[in-house]
């Protein structure tokens, strides 16, 4: 078998088949396995591609990432701000508001045993497996938030679905300009950390203020 049709096989299980065969009703400790299987077979890649090294931009590249991220934190704050406003305005700060304490709990959870993983997933290893398979970038950047937006099937939400489609779009765009774990790595987490702050925590599966 050619290389690249290995790697086409490896997508499509670790990155399709896999995620949606978490629909099914089959026995958690086995879908935990499969995860923790193919995590350490991506670790493995990378480590073996000496991609797991925590590295640090230049700097010139972290002036234009900050300004770009701040801008669109801002249309992030603004949108959500007014979506929660109009939902479930009760719901609007709650958790900083009546659990300060928790609040800060899902934050450290989120930042660094959600969005590193999930970065080095599908950023990282998915850029250094797969971006050759796909010559023209803009649809390799969808089909890479397509994919990370199936990662989530699993919590049965059209709003996470949209979310982390609209995520994986903005993640992926910072990943192929900076080729920078660490910053989409803090976009992520900007971004995701605002919206249990604003107060959409349990719409997307996380503890809530009640």
């Given at each position: 078998?050619?290389?690249?049709?290995?790697?086409?096989?490896?997508?499509?299980?670790?990155?399709?088949?896999?995620?949606?065969?978490?629909?099914?009703?089959?026995?958690?400790?086995?879908?935990?396995?499969l995860t923790v299987v193919g995590f350490i077979y991506i670790l493995f890649h990378l480590k073996r591609s000496g991609l797991l090294?925590?590295?640090?931009?230049?700097?010139?590249?972290?002036?234009?990432?900050?300004?770009?991220?701040?801008?669109?934190?801002?249309?992030?704050?603004?949108?959500?701000?007014?979506?929660?406003?109009?939902?479930?305005?009760?719901?609007?700060?709650?958790?900083?508001?009546?659990?300060p304490y928790l609040w800060v709990v899902i934050l450290f959870i989120y930042t660094f045993l959600s969005v590193w993983p999930q970065?080095?997933?599908?950023?990282?290893?998915?850029?250094?497996?797969?971006?050759?398979?796909?010559?023209?970038?803009?649809?390799?950047?969808?089909?890479?938030?397509?994919?990370?937006?199936?990662?989530?099937?699993?919590?049965?939400?059209?709003?996470?679905?949209?979310?982390?489609?609209?995520?994986?779009?903005?993640?992926?765009?910072?990943?192929?300009?900076?080729?920078?774990?660490?910053?989409?790595?803090?976009?992520?987490?900007?971004?995701?950390?605002?919206?249990?702050?604003?107060?959409?925590?349990?719409?997307?599966?996380?503890?809530?203020?009640?």
């Amino acid at each position: 078998m050619q290389p690249i049709f290995i790697r086409g096989l490896e997508l499509l299980f670790l990155f399709v088949l896999l995620p949606i065969s978490f629909l099914l009703s089959y026995p958690i400790f086995i879908k935990v396995g499969l995860t923790v299987v193919g995590f350490i077979y991506i670790l493995f890649h990378l480590k073996r591609s000496g991609l797991l090294k925590l590295k640090f931009p230049d700097k010139s590249i972290w002036k234009p990432f900050w300004r770009e991220t701040v801008i669109k934190l801002a249309i992030v704050i603004l949108i959500t701000s007014l979506y929660v406003f109009w939902v479930a305005p009760d719901k609007l700060f709650s958790v900083v508001i009546k659990k300060p304490y928790l609040w800060v709990v899902i934050l450290f959870i989120y930042t660094f045993l959600s969005v590193w993983p999930q970065e080095i997933v599908y950023r990282t290893f998915f850029y250094d497996r797969y971006e050759k398979l796909i010559n023209n970038k803009l649809l390799f950047i969808f089909v890479n938030a397509v994919l990370f937006s199936l990662a989530h099937l699993f919590l049965r939400s059209f709003l996470v679905l949209l979310l982390t489609f609209l995520g994986g779009l903005l993640f992926a765009f910072t990943y192929q300009k900076t080729k920078s774990t660490t910053l989409v790595s803090i976009e992520h987490a900007i971004y995701g950390n605002w919206l249990f702050t604003v107060g959409m925590g349990e719409m997307l599966a996380f503890p809530g203020a009640d």
